[in-house]
């Protein structure tokens, strides 16, 4: 006794076809997929660069030091 597969075989072969016919890279295909994989990894990239920035002009300045 055989398991039905969970999608039919035709249309597989359909998405493959689609998918491996596209040129864009894999993680770019969904139309919401630019957020996730652009925009999010460059905010937190210029967050980083503000907040060392910040940290450097804090250090040169002497601004926030603690007083013992």
């Keep these: 006794m055989t398991e039905s597969p969970f999608v039919p075989r035709e249309k597989l072969f ?6 491996q016919s596209m040129h864009k890279h894999i993680h770019l295909k969904g139309p919401m997929d630019k957020i996730t994989s652009v925009a999010i990894p ?10 060392i920035a910040r940290g ?10 603690k007083e013992e």
């Design 14 to 19: 359909e998405k493959q076809r689609h998918f």
């Design 42 to 51: 460059v905010a937190l990239a210029a967050t980083s660069i503000v907040l």
């Design 56 to 65: 450097i002009y804090n250090m040169s300045h002497g601004i926030g030091k």
